[in-house]
Nanobody
Framework: QVQLVESGGGLVQAGGELRLSCAAS????????MGWFRQAPGKEREFVAS????????YYADSVKGRFTISRDYAKNTVYLQMNSLKPEDTAFYYC?????????????????WGQGTQVTVSS
């Protein structure tokens, strides 16, 4: 059973940056494709970014492409989401998730394990 714990959220002004971390325990993170999702109040959870098991390929939602970067550190069993040029519309609860199959998966129900989430608030 993989446990995921996110950290790094907070309040930031528009144009600022944050780095989210997702630390894993109870499993080897390299066995999983990893994704970041977000959910704003009253909206469905949406895909943000994903990274392959080997870390060589990444995928992004169009809304964050060029601003966000997903990466993974195998030694620390941790996945990161670097968020630059933040916008008020990026405000949401951010979750990391793991699936044992493919980083091409973008639907929440295709992921097996989830963290508890971390709040990101971007003020205008």
């Amino acid at each position: 059973q993989v446990q995921l714990v996110e950290s790094g959220g907070g309040l930031v002004q528009a144009g600022g940056e944050l780095r989210l971390s997702c630390a894993a325990s109870g499993g080897i993170l390299s066995s999983y494709a990893m994704g970041w999702f977000r959910q704003a109040p009253g909206k469905e959870r949406e895909f943000v970014a994903s990274i392959t098991k080997g870390g060589r390929t990444t995928y992004y939602a169009d809304s964050v492409k060029g601003r966000f970067t997903i990466s993974r550190d195998y030694a620390k069993n941790t996945v990161y989401l670097q968020m630059n040029s933040l916008k008020p519309e990026d405000t949401a609860f951010y979750y990391c998730a793991a699936n044992s199959m493919s980083a091409l998966r973008r639907r929440p129900n295709e992921y097996d394990y989830w963290g508890q989430g971390t709040q990101v608030t971007v003020s205008s």
